[in-house]
């Protein structure tokens, strides 16, 4: 690693002032970012780690009746303190990773990463979540913008991501037999409003909305409303686990599975 | 460089580091605990794993300043007060549950954080739990049977004891 | 009450307590006062010309201490390879130098071509960003068909058709098993792939070389599976240092599995730069280093026919394979596919006619050599996998085709079509094990359970045999092996009684603290707490070849053994001294010295004692001391063998396969300590499910390394494997070694990959899938899936 100077502020408005300098990186859980550091891959002036910002660690339910997680929650926490409120957020966020990568990795870390394999972005997308950051509040569907980048400015932070309850919900993954991200990811929610249906892993472009199980799936919201939709593999990844085709037939396998658990 | 201070396995330390400092460096070099090993680049191998604060984290992938004033534990910290092995040690030797004993110590690290948060867990919650630890050797089965068998549950049934 | 002590006991093995307190000594745990760092500068191209390093500012970069290329090295010898293989014309096999440092031509993404030295490693790390390389880039060679059809690009500029050689063995064999081929009534033909495999012990490679200026004497500190073989190249051929100014210590050493075996470049480059700065110079790996330049294993392409009558009986086996080398030979790189594969492609069978062809090839991929089982897997593989698709072509039952081709007992010793005599066995005792611990006849019962799970269960079977404890120095010396293959230990009496051995093998992992303990103390009738194993310190260690190929206990046990004797005729020596009794009529049992047909006797701790004491010996006829050294080389390789079932289950939606059940009967002879013995096989049998079904090393077009790190390369983590029944209760014990042990360490990895696979295709086919014969490995989910799409 490059040298770095290492800063740890204690409230928002510090971390911001701290990001204002040329070259400083926020600091999550550094689960991602530290491996990269490594490699040589950035050369930040600073770190700003913003574990140590109180107002943005923790689960609670806002005015709304939303789940608000803190920007710096990390995902065991989630797992433990979502788990009444929003189950299939908490299981997913209990499966991120391993263990000790779930003790220190965050919410805000995944979602400003925005890794085109990363769980987060599936449940934020498919929940209608918002981000809300020391700036702005943001909804998912403007927050992602394929791989790797997010609407987030240079020093933004995600403070909270605010997620409706659905109705009904599950996220099912098929994991990348190496890294354990998500070969391919998918989170499905049923509100009121129709049901949203997050795909990670898969695409090119990183996460998406598949519109047409949307659809079908507001119409009936059952494994086999979806039996006759295919997916076209263009546009989805290929690498050495796996082809287009392979990962089209996940999106809908993965889709299935995600309803019937739900 | 700037000064950290934590407790480590019971005993306060403090040492100069750099903010590139990783965890795992600040214990091997800094306080020449070697027991904690570092076997990949990845934040995957899971050779490293401590305890900060209770829960297992890589302590490759922590800087040392991100964990100041925290308390940490080791595998130099697991015995007994008396010396002798502790409860999750004695069993991974009773059940040879190591073999060239490079992943041993974050395989016993995260073996012990799972039994803090699960006393009881099934073969199948042990075996997801270690999903971050990679071991060469011994093909996983008596660690597993060894985390098993720390937690008070009989092995003896098991495939080929 | 099973035995708590001796041979045959599961003892708790003594060197967990250190491992488990964190007080193991690994090489990188090592500090030395005075240390600079290195960092090595690797080639991230394939394949290219080195016309210019410039490294003029890195050398001035802070901390910098020096910087050394592939010039500095130019002169000096280079790591040569193990074993002389001659191809089918009698030609010797290409033989290209292999320089500490890339010179002239970098031939594969990693190939270190200089290396920085500096006071931190972050300032090395830094520094060797720095160096300017211009290096052409030439096409890189990776695919073994086109690196020999093309002879205009050439990973060696020596050798045009990039081929290391053409064997064939036995060439003699093959116009009759060309010919029974073309006569036989059915000829299965399995076109397959060994899938390349990083060995990946999960302790990086790591070395700290020191030069001592008051001595001249050099000293390294460094991750090797055999201290005096690396001691041997070191000193003979790269560095040209007498041998004795040069101490190889092998400490703990976190795992091998083939890839310490051999001597590595870094390892006289840190001794180079200790003796340049007047320093120790220090390098640990970083795991994506490991991934791009330690010895890789496996790596053939192989063509495999079975020819055979319709009730299965064998008529001929014939294999052509491609063996992938790398861009380098190292040090056991050509026995590896040719004497480790060839010679075993008989399997347990009393087939009359076997003939195999290797062509090794060079490429611009990383060093390709022995991984756990080496050649041997391949052989096993190929056969498993074509006699299982020879069964499902003709209808036959699997289990009784290799029942009826079985070398039975009443036919050892059995000298097979390829040139081995095998010494004992029982393959039936091994498969009717593994058949009833496998419960065979409930398999339909548990296919039907799955499948109302929507799973698609099957079950595969592998039968296997291996050479090994390797090896007879006058049968590898005709095979062309430049080293003898014996073994070596000392047993030094101390004056108080206890006991210090020293061994040739070195353990990183196997237990050998323990289990030659219980051997010494077993024999010697002592405690097993006076007895101390020294291992992996050529200053201390005679001169034993190390631990590989499944030898330390049939070899360097063996040669414990025989120390063990020439100490107890030696005690019984001195107990005559002392007794006033004649030397042959002195007994030894239980650890006492005693005169026959008397109550005259002498502990052998008085024995120990009055050997240092020797106030009143008869020095013409009786020296003091009680230490001896015993030398063993095998009179023949051991032969254990075993049978496999796994069964799988596989979502035909997402072409995910689970292991349900493995189960393993083995017979490896004479066992010493049950619970080591269980743990090597489970060890082997992880790794073998990991190749199966999970472990691919992908170089793409341009020699790029694709699964370069552990987001790509799957390792088998606790999940993906489930308990393995495990039973070693069939002992045929070897005929030719002391101690009746045959070795266990690489038996898994070698029977369990084809059982995996064979289980898979048994699922696919009996769900229905009937085009699916085969998958190549590993056979991954998206592999899976494919197939059944067609």
Redesign the interface.
């Known amino acids: 690693m490059y040298a770095f100077d290492f800063e740890k502020p204690k409230t928002v408005a510090e971390a911001a002032a701290a990001l204002a300098r040329e070259d400083a990186m926020p600091l999550g859980g550094g689960q991602t970012l530290i491996p990269s550091l490594k490699q040589h891959l950035a050369a930040p002036s600073a770190l700003v780690s913003l574990t140590g910002i109180a107002e943005m660690r923790g689960v609670c339910t806002g005015d709304d009746g939303a789940l608000c997680v803190g920007g710096a929650t990390p995902h065991a926490a989630v797992a433990a303190d979502a788990a009444g409120k929003y189950p299939a957020l908490a299981a997913l966020a209990g499966n991120i990773g391993d263990p000790a990568v779930r003790n220190r990795g965050t919410i805000g870390g995944s979602l400003a990463n925005n890794d085109p394999a990363a769980d987060y972005p599936a449940a934020v997308l498919g929940s209608g979540a918002t981000i809300v950051t020391n700036n702005r509040a943001i909804a998912a569907d403007d927050f992602f913008e394929g791989l790797f980048t997010t609407a987030l400015e240079p020093g933004e932070i995600i403070v909270e991501v605010r997620f409706p309850v659905p109705e009904r919900a599950a996220y099912a993954k098929f994991q990348q037999p190496a890294s354990r991200f998500a070969l391919t990811g998918v989170f499905v929610a049923k509100t009121a409003d129709g049901v949203r249906v997050a795909v990670t892993g898969a695409s090119e472009d990183g996460v998406f909305r598949w519109a047409e199980a949307e659809e079908a799936l507001s119409e009936n919201f059952s494994a086999d409303a979806i039996a006759g939709l295919s997916v076209s593999a263009e546009g989805m990844v290929g690498d050495l686990h796996g082809t287009p085709a392979y990962r089209a037939n996940l999106v809908k396998v993965m889709t299935q599975r995600a309803v019937r658990s739900a | 460089m700037t000064k950290v201070t934590m407790t480590v396995n019971g005993r306060a330390v403090s040492g100069e580091v750099e903010g590139r400092t990783l965890l795992s460096a600040f214990l091997r070099e800094g306080l020449g605990l070697t027991g904690t090993h570092v076997g990949c680049d990845t934040s995957q191998c899971g050779a490293c794993v401590v305890h900060v604060d209770g829960k297992a984290v890589k302590s490759c992938t922590v800087f040392a300043s991100d964990v100041d004033g925290a308390s940490v534990a080791t595998i130099e910290g697991m015995a007994n007060p008396d010396g002798t092995l502790g409860r999750v040690q004695q069993a991974f030797q009773d059940h040879h549950g190591l073999q060239c004993g490079f992943c041993t110590p974050g395989m016993v690290m995260s073996a012990a954080a799972l039994l803090a948060e699960n006393p009881k867990p099934s073969e199948a919650d042990v075996r997801h739990y270690l999903e971050g630890n990679i071991c060469r050797c011994t093909g996983y089965h008596n660690i597993v049977k060894a985390v098993l068998a720390a937690s008070g549950q009989d092995v003896s049934g098991m495939a080929a004891e | 009450m099973p035995k708590d002590h001796g041979i045959g006991a599961s003892v ?2 003594r ?12 090489t ?2 090592m ?1 030395i006062a005075g240390q600079a760092h290195a960092v090595f500068v690797r080639s991230q191209v394939a394949h290219g010309r080195i016309n210019k390093i410039d490294a003029s500012d890195a050398a001035a970069m802070p901390g910098v201490l020096c910087v050394l290329t592939g010039e500095d090295f130019k002169d000096v010898g280079g790591n040569p390879t193990g074993w002389l293989i001659n191809s089918r014309d009698g030609t010797p096999m290409r033989e290209p130098k292999r320089p500490a440092l890339a010179h002239g031509k970098v031939r594969h993404v990693g190939d270190a071509y200089a290396v920085v030295i500096a006071e931190t490693y ?1 300032q090395a ?2 520094a060797a ?1 720095a160096i300017v390389a211009d290096i052409e880039e030439l096409p890189a060679i990776v695919d073994m068909a086109a690196a020999v059809a093309d002879t205009s690009n050439r990973v060696h500029d020596e050798i045009p058709d990039n081929l290391c050689y053409d064997w064939g063995w036995i060439e003699d064999n093959r116009a009759a098993v060309d010919e029974a081929i073309r006569n036989a009534p059915h000829v299965t033909t399995l076109e397959l792939v060994n899938n390349r495999l990083v060995p ?5 490679r790591a070395s700290i070389g020191e030069y001592f200026p008051g001595t001249g004497d050099y000293k390294l500190t460094t991750t090797s599976q055999n201290p005096h073989l690396t001691r041997l190249l070191i000193a003979a051929f790269v560095m040209g240092i007498p041998e004795n100014k040069l101490t190889v210590v092998a400490p ?4 091998g ?1 083939g890839s310490k075996i051999y001597h590595y470049g870094e390892e006289a480059v840190v001794l180079t730069a200790a003796r340049k700065l007047g320093r120790p110079v220090r390098w640990t790996a ?3 280093e490991s991934f791009l330049s330690d010895a890789h294993g496996r790596d053939h392409v192989t063509k495999i026919e079975l020819a055979c009558e319709k009730d299965g009986t064998f008529i001929a086996f014939r294999t052509e394979t491609m063996a992938n080398v790398g861009a380098y030979l190292s040090n056991f790189a050509t026995v590896t596919p040719t004497f480790l594969h060839g010679t075993l492609m008989a399997g347990p069978y009393k087939v009359p006619n076997v003939y195999v062809n290797v062509k090794t090839v060079f490429t611009n991929t990383a060093p390709v050599d022995a991984y756990r089982g080496a050649g041997r897997p391949e052989a096993t593989y190929s056969l498993e996998r074509v006699i299982d698709k020879m069964c499902r072509e003709l209808g036959l039952d699997p289990f009784e085709v290799r029942r009826k081709n079985f070398i039975t007992t009443d036919m050892f010793p059995y000298t097979t079509p390829v040139g081995l005599a095998y010494d004992t066995g029982d393959y039936h005792a091994t498969l009717d094990k593994a058949m009833e611990m496998a419960d065979v006849a409930g398999f339909e019962a548990r296919r039907a359970a799955s499948a109302a799970k929507g799973k698609l269960r099957g079950m595969g079977l592998s039968t296997w045999i291996e050479a090994c404890g390797i090896a007879p120095s006058h049968l590898v010396g005709i095979l062309g092996s430049r080293v003898g293959l014996y073994d070596a230990a000392t047993v030094r009496v101390n004056a108080t009684g206890n006991i210090s051995v020293m061994t040739g093998a070195h353990s ?4 050998h603290e323990t289990v030659f303990a219980q051997i010494v103390a077993d024999k010697l009738g002592v405690p097993e707490s006076s007895v101390e194993i020294v291992h992996g310190d050529t200053s201390k260690i005679p001169f034993g070849m190390g631990s590989y190929g499944s030898r330390s206990l049939a070899v360097c046990g063996s040669a414990v053994t025989k120390a063990i004797d020439k100490i107890v005729a030696k005690g019984k020596k001195i107990a005559a001294h002392m007794l006033e009794a004649a030397e042959e009529d002195i007994a030894f049992e239980n650890g006492s010295f005693t005169v026959a047909g008397t109550d005259k006797a002498k502990s052998f701790g008085e024995i120990a004692f009055s050997a240092y004491v020797p106030h009143n010996y008869p020095l013409e006829t009786l020296e003091p001391g009680l230490e001896e050294t015993a030398f063993y080389d095998p009179a023949n390789f051991t032969y254990p063998a075993g049978a496999y079932i796994c069964e799988v289950e596989v979502d035909a ?4 396969v689970d292991v349900a059940a493995f189960h393993c009967a083995d017979d490896f002879g004479n066992i010493m300590n049950p ?2 013995v ?2 090597q096989v ?6 073998g ?1 990991g190749q199966a079904l ?1 472990e ?1 090393t ?1 170089y793409d077009e341009n020699g790029q390394l ?2 370069g ?11 993906d ?1 489930p ?5 070693y209760s069939c002992q045929t014990p070897c005929t030719h070694n002391p101690l009746g042990a045959k070795g266990c360490g690489e038996a ?1 990895a070698i029977g369990s990959p084809p059982a995996v696979v064979n289980a898979v295709i048994d699922a696919l086919q009996r769900g229905g899938h009937t085009h699916v014969t085969h998958i190549d490995m590993p056979v ?3 592999r899976v ?2 197939a059944i ?1 067609g």
């Open positions: 708790k093995r060197e967990d307590v250190r491992f488990l307190m964190g007080l193991g000594k690994y990188d745990d500090a972050a790390k830094e960003e990946n012990a999960m302790e990086p703990d050493v976190g795992g599995f970083e795991r994506s990183h992992g196997q237990g939606e997402t072409g995910k619970m080591v269980e743990g489970h060890g082997g049998v992880g790794q499910i999970c691919n992908v694709l699964s790190s552990y987001m790509d390369y799957a390792m088998p983590r606790a999940d494997v308990f393995y029944n495990v039973d898994g991954s989910p998206a899936w494919a799409q």
